[in-house]
């Protein structure tokens, strides 16, 4: 959609209404990552045909994936689920060994989208393994991302989800520790737990680049800009999704006055809209901007003007479709 869309703005405001304003953010919505695994499955089903299943959520967002299945996408949660040489892509959260190895076992044709910066975590977990460091994975546990990258090294790898897990931390070698993160947790707290862990063991080793995704950041930051002075956050997403999640919470703290996460517009509970006159819009880097559009019709309908994108970064990043789907695309004339 255009940023800046026509949704049918009364021509004539009452006072309340003409003080009102809405502001959307830009960047928002699809990262490179998961354009490329949604991508990868619907390529998939073009190529292959009906059913090709996919091992966990393909993204954290319950639309996409039930588009997905409308299409022949068949959703399971472990492999044991899918028949014997079957085709099977593996999520945008990325898959330990452990996975890769049981699906060359049963003989599956596995496709790989796990994200490409998750994979960068995952090379950098086995690096700091093979120097026999003790490694603290700050982020949430159960997460998929977690459990594959902990599947990496699971003898080196211990789980720190905040900063009053430190105490608790036990290391072989307090010169020998390092850190890494799931990629969509907020940037602050990751960092207050990175000082938390750093003052128990000052020389703690840093990856080498930031684990945190581009994404994650531009939408953290994106949000604070222009929910500092809102009356109203909406962040669309889904409750799985880390980072949907998270950015209610910068929200908050950035100063807006109130901040919900909704799936799509009929979550809005329009008691939220009584006395207010900013509300500020976002969305997940796993949620297709059609369901913004509904939120920002939901406003429309209720008396607010067109949403004003405030753009705080530009996004070019586009991600390689996983090299065993290009290389059949390729073979079927279709790349």
Not at 106 to 135: G, M, N, Q, W
Not at 145 to 157: C, F, L
Request: with cysteine.
């Amino acid at each position: 959609m255009d940023d800046m869309t026509d949704l049918g703005t009364p021509t004539v405001l009452s006072p309340d209404e003409a003080d009102r304003a809405v502001r959307l953010a830009a960047p928002r919505g699809y990262c490179a990552g998961v354009d490329r695994a949604v991508i990868t499955v619907e390529k998939a089903l073009d190529l292959y045909g009906s059913p090709v299943y996919v091992r966990k959520q393909i993204v954290h967002n319950k639309h996409v994936v039930a588009d997905l299945e409308s299409r022949g996408a068949i959703f399971v949660e472990e492999l044991d689920e899918v028949p014997t040489g079957q085709t099977v892509v593996f999520s945008a959260h990325g898959v330990s060994p452990a996975v890769h190895a049981e699906a060359q076992e049963r003989d599956l044709k596995t496709i790989d989208a796990t994200c490409p910066l998750v994979t960068k975590v995952h090379h950098e977990a086995r690096r700091f393994a093979s120097d026999d460091y003790d490694i603290l994975l700050i982020g949430h546990e159960g997460h998929e991302e977690v459990e594959g990258t902990a599947g990496e090294a699971p003898e080196h790898i211990q789980l720190v989800q905040s900063p009053a897990d430190v105490p608790h931390i036990e290391v072989r070698d307090p010169s020998k520790v390092a850190w890494l993160s799931q990629t969509t947790l907020s940037v602050d707290e990751t960092m207050a737990t990175v000082d938390a862990i750093r003052e128990r063991f000052p020389l703690l080793l840093d990856p080498p680049s930031d684990d945190i995704c581009y994404a994650t950041q531009n939408r953290q930051l994106a949000i604070k800009e222009i929910g500092q002075d809102a009356d109203l956050v909406i962040v669309v997403g889904s409750a799985n999704s880390s980072n949907s999640v998270r950015l209610a919470e910068v929200a908050l703290e950035a100063g807006a006055k109130a901040a919900y996460r909704v799936d799509d517009r009929s979550e809005i509970d329009d008691a939220w809209l009584d006395g207010v006159e900013k509300v500020s819009v976002t969305s997940g880097a796993s949620v297709p901007d059609d369901l913004v559009v509904g939120v920002l019709q939901h406003l429309a309908s209720h008396g607010f003007p067109d949403a004003e994108a405030v753009h705080t970064a530009e996004e070019s990043l586009i991600f390689a479709l996983p090299p065993e789907l290009r290389r059949d695309l390729r073979a079927a004339g279709k790349s």
